[in-house]
């Protein structure tokens, strides 16, 4: 059995990845015993009380089918999906707001999205306190349903592209990573920096592991814990990506 961590899918029009995702999930029903969505998992939700967007079915039946096949399913809010509301209940998943501690094995793990402790820059962490402030999703309640899909794939489509060819900021490990690991966790995994990363470092002697989960716009890749260990594969590639130290 295993425990699949993967974020940033980003699910929206664009077939070719709808397809992939979608597979990917039946793929992994045979042996999944749990799954932990990162954030940024829609291109854009809003947690209305009794309305749903047509445009997430597909994916939203696919996760219904694993949890129905008795798969754990926790979602994680990202700043692309900040307010998920009541309407994962009925698919047995969970909701988490932001990051925690859990508990793998005998190991222990700190997940988060990424966005509310963002080392690029002050806004950058204020946009994502801004995105996420309850009063935010309130008022987003109150603006019609297709005015708001609007408006935010109107922003969506002129975002700047994620930032691959960008080494990841040191900070990460020297800061957050530390800060973890000192707080108790074994291993840091994270979504929301669009680059797949697996990185092992002692940091004040402790050894410790960063996980950056990449995303399912270009890399495809996920995160997989079993009992060989948790490694960071590339959907579609046999082998996991190398280990950095
Ligand atoms: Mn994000």
Excluded at 210 to 230: K, M, P, S, V
Aim: charged share 25%.
């Amino acid at each position: 059995m295993a425990t699949y961590f993967l974020s940033d899918l980003h699910f929206n029009g664009d077939e070719a990845r709808r397809a992939r995702i979608l597979r990917f999930f039946k793929e992994i029903v045979v042996d999944a015993e749990a799954v932990y969505l990162v954030g940024d998992v829609f291109d854009f939700w809003m947690g209305y009380p009794s309305t749903l967007y047509q445009q997430h079915f597909a994916l939203l039946r696919a996760l219904a089918e694993l949890s129905e096949a008795g798969v754990e399913l926790w979602i994680f809010s990202g700043n692309h999906d900040p307010h998920l509301g009541g309407f994962f209940g009925e698919i047995g998943a969970r909701v988490l707001t932001s990051g925690r501690m859990i508990p793998l094995g005998k190991r222990t793990a700190w997940v988060e999205h990424g966005d509310e402790d963002d080392p690029r820059g002050g806004l950058r962490r204020l946009a994502a306190r801004l995105v996420r402030h309850p009063l935010t999703g309130a008022l987003c309640r109150w603006v019609h349903p297709e005015l708001l899909w609007r408006v935010a794939h109107l922003y969506a489509d002129h975002s700047p592209p994620p930032p691959y060819e960008t080494p990841l900021d040191e900070a990460l490990i020297r800061d957050r990573l530390a800060s973890r690991c000192a707080a108790g966790a074994d291993v840091m995994i994270t979504g929301h920096f669009h680059r797949p990363l697996h990185l092992r470092r002692t940091l004040n002697q402790q050894p410790c592991e960063f996980i950056c989960l990449g995303d399912w716009l270009t890399c495809f890749t996920y995160a997989r814990l079993d009992a060989q260990g948790l490694r960071l594969y590339r959907h579609d590639q046999p082998d996991p990506l190398p280990i950095v130290t």
